[in-house]
């Protein structure tokens, strides 16, 4: 469904201005994404709670049932969060920059948003399937660092600043060995469009593996690694979480902020979170295509394979968390720049021999 | 090209923050990452240990010690009371000595799994911390059903202990110690030998020997440093010349002698050796003894004084007890080996980043109730 | 040989009349005077026979009102593995003791905790602030004719208690 087929749907019903319909179909795909991104984070915050419960011999959130226990298993406990965060006071530092600290944190989920509308979550789900749509989230997606550093400089605390500027640092780093690897499956797919991508995924290869991007050649392999990494790293999450490290910069960025404001730097997380692993899918994982070729495809089945693919992605960020311990910031740069990179370039060269040569 | 101008930032690390392990604060130099002055502020927890004393009998003063270093109780109260032993010249019966070691020694366990664990969630790793816990509850466990009391214990007494172990005591100590063998491989494949927390504590923080001797730091810090100085072993006290154990030292194996990861290493050997001296002890230990029996009437030492050092999971505790010859103390001294290894910090963490630093002060393991007393 | 024999009988003969023999020879402390202390510090920590590489504890006592104010040293050689208490009495107006900051390191705190509590200053020391005490306190409380201020920066002091009441 993408917002084009809404409007012409909408024609044939009400013949009025293109204008009108257009907002409309509009409003009607933003409701979806924003819901897409709400219902996101209730199950990631769900999950990663009891994930992270059960890999330290805990429990995690526990109730006996629906009223003051969170719930059956705890279920309830996100909801009961979030009444929480809307219902907390909202404080704004008096040395803060007001106006800056008020929109920073709309800016960084702004980022998230916008890129979920080019994030096909089915064969015909998709807001708004672009011919640059790869291109397009890159773009948008670094967007929220913008707002990370407005919150850091506007809150006027030290270690907001501190978190600012490590996070400004990492996000530019690590994005350009992800386009790079994310350039080398353009390479084999010689689209830039989202559907055109998983599209070009379909088939098998050698007979047996689904012919995905990761499974295309070992160049590509590595690929799917070097994206994969810096997408942990561009979505602030351990190892890889020193702009909010808590033992060092007690919160990061993000120090001064509460309530409400708070829950959307929360919000914009689990839905960077959903943005790089849906990049990942798609561009490495085919996307909504099922894994044996031929069996169990169409629109619903394309939409289960597309979640669950996003769920196994998303567990294993959340695992990460939960097992690593932190990079130092020189560490961090290391990393992009002497590892990643030099090895992103490699992979492209190799990807382009390859597509030469056999593809 | 015009001159760029960079201006120093001071930073105040505490006395509210996550990672200064108490109410600790540090006045930091920062340019950009890097830290080029320290200077730790301390005193936020003073609580006129020594002003108390001065105004409490002799047993009096033994929940106080408890209340000094809060995570390894049983040892400050064992330094203390051993030394008012040796003031009036008290020999206790051999069960309380063994019941004593035993204690002590379970919680040095303790004490160096919750220094491992917060070392562990400063470097950013949550997990190990609470596999920590998990068996540090067990031991608190084991306090509760001998005395009641799950932090601060008020065990050991003036000439005995306030109960005799209890029934299932000793079955329930070795099950705890087969299983907690096993676990401690447990925290080496998860935190000790993981790539990252080897980056982050390897040849991070480097202590000489020279520079460790010199400031007086003691216990595992020291070990750390390469420096075979157990108190244990070099001058025994109580009865820990009956026990065979060893002596870890830092060796430098991921990187150099002195280092983070060494002073980790030590504290992670430690509870080996611990383990083996609380078997030992199970197994001597007299199975009949009243451990009241030497309880004096009245604690009353002879006018003299005293300084004993005991060995505790953070290294020399040193009580200077002057006596007056009445039922209240003239002076007691309360030498911290926190302290020291504070004093240390500004010396090997000036020049790291500030991610290090707090990598540092996590590894000399503090306890702030200690140092401010 | 008794530890405290052995040192007071090297000292005697590098530093003359300095060392006051103990009453009470079954001790391992000496007592010394206080004017050259610095060049004692600096000798006991490096003479071979000797090697005090560790300073363990700094001690601030006061032995009551008549009697005054004393400093004691507890050094401890990491390498010769023996130890030795070093006394030195002050008087109790206008206490002051050479520093030994620079021989060893490790006193620089120790000898702030003592000059917080006791008032004792340490001539020489380069950064002699309050330790544990806020910088504003006023008067040495640890010291026997020391009296609890009733109000300290607006707020009320409770009242010492004598044992329990």
């Known amino acids: 469904m993408t917002i084009d087929n809404i409007i012409q749907w909408f024609q044939s019903w009400f013949p009025v201005n293109v204008m009108v319909l257009f907002i409309t179909s509009v409003l009607i795909a933003a409701v979806v994404i924003f819901a897409i991104m709400a219902v996101n984070a209730l199950v990631a915050v769900y999950a990663e709670r009891k994930i992270s419960a059960f890999m330290q011999d805990r429990v995690g959130p526990m109730g006996q049932g629906p009223g003051l226990h969170a719930g059956k298993w705890g279920l309830l406990q996100t909801i009961a969060d979030t009444i929480k965060l809307i219902l907390k006071e909202d404080i704004i530092p008096k040395a803060a920059d007001k106006k800056l600290f008020i929109i920073a944190p709309f800016i960084i989920f702004l980022g998230a948003f916008i890129a979920l509308a080019a994030m096909p979550f089915g064969p015909y789900l998709i807001a708004s399937d672009m011919n640059i749509g790869i291109f397009y989230i890159l773009a948008v997606s670094s967007f929220g660092v913008i707002g990370i550093i407005l919150a850091a400089w506007s809150s006027d605390n030290k270690w907001s600043l501190y978190g600012g500027m490590r996070s400004a640092a990492q996000i530019i780093s690590y994005e350009i ?24 995924q379909a088939g098998t290869v050698w007979g047996f593996l689904p012919n995905w991007n990761i499974f295309n050649n070992p160049f590509s392999f590595l690929a799917f690694f070097i994206y994969f990494i810096a997408g942990v790293a561009e979505t602030n999450r351990t190892p890889f979480d020193i702009p909010e490290a808590e033992s060092e910069l007690v919160a990061g960025f993000h120090t001064e902020y509460s309530g409400m404001r708070w829950a959307f730097f929360f919000l914009s997380e689990y839905g960077n979170m959903l943005v790089v692993c849906g990049l990942t899918v798609v561009a490495f994982l085919g996307g909504w295509q ?11 089945w394309g939409l289960f394979w597309f979640l669950t693919k996003l769920t196994a992605t998303i567990f294993i960020m959340i695992w990460f968390r939960w097992t690593f311990p932190r990079l130092r910031v020189d560490q961090l740069m290391n990393v992009a720049w002497k590892i990643l990179l030099p090895i992103a370039l490699f992979n492209l060269f190799g990807v382009a021999i390859w597509t030469l040569l056999v593809g | 090209m015009g001159l760029v101008h960079a201006e120093e930032m001071t930073l105040n690390i505490g006395p509210q923050h996550p990672s200064t392990h108490g109410v600790l604060r540090l006045k930091v130099k920062t340019d950009g990452e890097i830290i080029s002055e320290i200077t730790p502020v301390i005193g936020y927890l003073h609580r006129c240990f020594e002003k108390h004393c001065e105004n409490l009998s002799y047993e009096q003063v033994i929940p106080f010690t408890d209340r000094c270093d809060y995570i390894a109780a049983m040892n400050n109260s064992f330094g203390y009371v051993l030394a008012v032993e040796k003031l009036m010249d008290i020999q206790v019966p051999e069960r309380v000595e063994y019941i004593r070691v035993i204690m002590a020694e379970y919680n040095r366990i303790a004490s160096h799994l919750l220094a491992l664990g917060t070392f562990g969630l400063d470097v950013g790793a949550y997990t190990p911390f609470l596999y920590m816990f998990r068996d540090r509850e067990r031991i608190l466990d084991l306090f509760e059903i001998t005395c009641g009391a799950r932090l601060l214990y008020n065990y050991m007494w003036v000439g005995g202990v306030s109960h005799d172990l209890p029934l299932g005591f000793m079955e329930a100590s070795y099950r705890f110690l ?17 790539k990252i927390f080897i980056e982050r504590s390897a040849d991070v923080g480097i202590m000489p020997k020279d520079v460790a001797i010199d400031y007086g730091v003691t216990g595992p810090n020291l070990r750390g440093s390469g420096v075979k100085w157990d108190l244990r072993k070099d001058e025994p006290y109580s009865i820990y ?27 992670a050997e430690e509870m080996q050796e611990s383990i083996k001296i609380i078997r030992q002890a199970l197994d001597k230990i007299p199975r009949e003894g009243n451990v009241h029996e030497a309880l004096p009437k009245k604690v009353r030492p002879p006018k003299g004084s005293i300084y004993f050092r005991t060995e505790s999971p953070r290294g020399d505790l040193g009580y200077y007890i002057i006596s007056d010859g009445t039922p209240t103390p003239l002076r007691v001294k309360m030498r911290s080996p926190a302290f020291t290894a504070l004093s240390a910090l500004s010396e090997i963490a000036t020049g790291w980043m500030l991610s290090d630093v707090l990598v540092i002060l996590g590894s000399l393991d503090i306890v702030l109730g200690e140092i401010d007393r | 040989m008794i530890i405290n024999q052995k040192v007071s009988d090297i000292l005697e003969v590098k530093f003359p009349g300095v060392v006051i023999l103990p009453d009470e020879p079954h001790n391992d402390f000496i007592q010394i005077h206080p004017e050259k202390w610095k060049e004692i510090a600096k000798f006991i920590k490096t003479d071979s026979e000797l090697k005090f590489d560790s300073c363990q504890c700094i001690t601030g006592v006061d032995l009551g009102i008549e009697d005054g104010l004393e400093v004691r ?12 208490e070093i006394r030195i009495a002050v008087e109790r107006k206008n206490p002051s003791i050479p520093s030994i900051e620079q021989v060893w390191r490790g006193a620089n705190w120790l000898e702030r905790e003592v000059y917080d509590m006791y008032g004792i200053r340490f001539k020489g020391h380069r950064d002699l602030r309050r330790m544990l005490l806020p910088d504003d306190w006023k008067g040495w ?13 607006g707020m009320k002091i409770p009242k010492v208690r004598k044992g329990w009441d």
């Open chain 1, 177 to 200: 060995p992800a386009a790079l690897s994310l350039v080398s499956v353009l390479l084999l797919t010689s689209t830039l469009s989202m559907q055109g991508i998983i599209q070009s």
């Open chain 1, 290 to 300: 099922s894994p044996i070729a031929g069996v169990m495809e169409g629109a619903w």
């Open chain 2, 178 to 194: 087969d299983e907690f063998e096993k676990n401690i491989n447990e925290y080496h494949n998860i935190l000790s030998y993981n």
């Open chain 2, 241 to 267: 010349n009956r026990f065979k154990f060893d002596v870890p030292v830092g060796t430098g194996i991921m990187g150099s002698v002195g280092d983070c990861w060494d002073r980790y290493w030590v504290r």
């Open chain 3, 73 to 84: 040293y507890n050094f401890h050689s990491m390498q010769l593995k023996h130890k030795i």
């Open chain 3, 141 to 153: 409380p640890l010291r026997k004719d020391y009296k609890t201020p009733n109000i300290y920066n």
